[in-house]
């Protein structure tokens, strides 16, 4: 054999030498390029959760990554973290303080109620329907504006309702208004009477419609039908007993969605609307509201011109304590610290900044 190969020790020789001075080359993921492949990745993310948009090509990359990720398990971490209190925007708890005077207030709401211009009942029916339901709604210890009240009001307010308010309001709702009434209720009954074998019967259709004053937003209605009622005497008789017990019937239903509603509606405060006449200066308006907006829940703001600003404030407070408010903010806004009060009306406010 070693004849017949004379060279094969030498080659031998040769392949052992060549495997040790040649190692096999290292792994590919060793080397520098796939260690950035996190850092592109996190600014990828960093760019998509600042400006809403991932950036071109980042889908695959991040499919190309995701084991990478994986095993380190802290990529995922910083973009939930910054990503939530983007989703959350909650009010403030009340304190212990804005939820008695909420409970207060809810437990004292001050209701006008009237009947519907056009309603089928007579002057004596009427004020039957009113005085049963200002009568529960004074046993339950709620504030009401009485039937009497409310007719002087419109004969005494007819020409100040006209100059101030014209066709942006009916009269009731300016009355409402001016009397600080919460609620508003306007009641329709169609009474109906009949008579078999010297019986007399009486029954009624009720709607009620629950009104802010404020807005003159729709709270809720109501409907109802009362039992039949009967009388020896007369049909009238019949039905002013149908309707003054339908009325007992139906008040409970009042109260409870109207509270309701207002329970939900008011949940971040009382709603107010403050006025400010002569405001010329924008920046001005601006800086008070900011001052302001330390002392109550929030602001909203309405229309505004050179002439006027409006805007709604929301806090568990009182009226008082909102012009409070809006004199401690007046004094830190310059330009504004003479402004002054010109008149309230319900849950309006309105000042004059005296420029």
């Known amino acids: 054999m070693v004849k017949k190969w004379p060279c094969l020790p030498i080659i031998i020789t040769l392949y052992l030498?060549?495997?040790?001075?040649?190692?096999?080359?290292?792994?590919?993921?060793?080397?520098k390029p796939v260690a950035a492949a996190p850092k592109s990745e996190a600014r990828n993310k960093a760019q998509e959760l600042i400006t809403g948009e991932k950036p071109a090509g980042q889908s695959g990359t991040a499919a190309n990554s995701a084991p990478a990720a994986g095993s380190s398990g802290t990529a995922e971490s910083p973009a939930l973290t910054t990503a939530q209190p983007q989703t959350e925007e909650t009010a403030p708890e009340l304190s212990p303080k804005e939820?008695?005077?909420?409970?207060?207030?809810?437990?004292?709401?001050?209701?006008?109620?009237?009947?519907k211009d056009g309603a089928t009942v007579n002057e004596f029916q009427k004020r039957s329907i009113l005085t049963k339901g200002n009568e529960v709604l004074l046993k339950q210890g709620y504030d009401v504006i009485q039937y009497d009240q409310l007719l002087k009001n419109i004969e005494d307010q007819r020409s100040a309702?006209?100059?101030?308010?014209?066709?942006?309001?009916?009269?009731?709702?300016?009355i409402a208004q001016k009397l600080g009434a919460d609620v508003y209720v306007e009641l329709d009954c169609i009474p109906r009477?009949?008579?078999?074998?010297?019986?007399?019967?009486?029954?009624?259709n009720f709607t009620a419609n629950m009104y802010d004053p404020s807005t003159a937003e729709l709270l809720g209605s109501v409907t109802f039908k009362t039992d039949r009622s009967i009388s020896t005497s007369s049909q009238d008789d019949a039905v002013l007993n149908a309707i003054t017990a339908g009325t007992a019937q139906l008040m409970p239903r009042i109260i409870r969605d109207s509270t309701n509603v207002l329970r939900n509606r008011y949940a971040n405060g009382i709603?107010?609307?403050v006025i400010i006449q002569r405001t010329p200066d924008s920046r001005a308006v601006a800086t008070f509201r900011r001052n302001l907006r330390s002392r109550v829940r929030e602001i909203v703001m309405g229309p505004s011109a050179a002439d006027q600003t409006t805007m709604d404030v929301y806090l568990f407070g009182s009226l008082s304590d909102l012009e409070d408010a809006c004199y401690s903010a007046f004094e830190k806004t310059p330009g504004m610290e003479s402004a002054y009060w010109v008149y309230t009306r319900g849950k309006t406010?309105?000042?004059?900044t005296g420029t």
């Open 193 to 204: 009477s009949s008579t078999e074998n010297n019986r007399h019967y009486g029954e009624a």
């Open 99 to 115: 939820k008695q005077f909420f409970e207060n207030y809810l437990k004292r709401l001050k209701y006008m109620m009237v009947v």
């Open 349 to 352: 406010i309105t000042f004059n």
């Open 17 to 31: 030498a060549s495997c040790v001075s040649n190692p096999a080359p290292a792994p590919q993921q060793e080397e």
């Open 161 to 174: 309702y006209e100059a101030e308010a014209g066709a942006s309001m009916s009269i009731t709702q300016y």
């Open 271 to 273: 709603r107010y609307q």
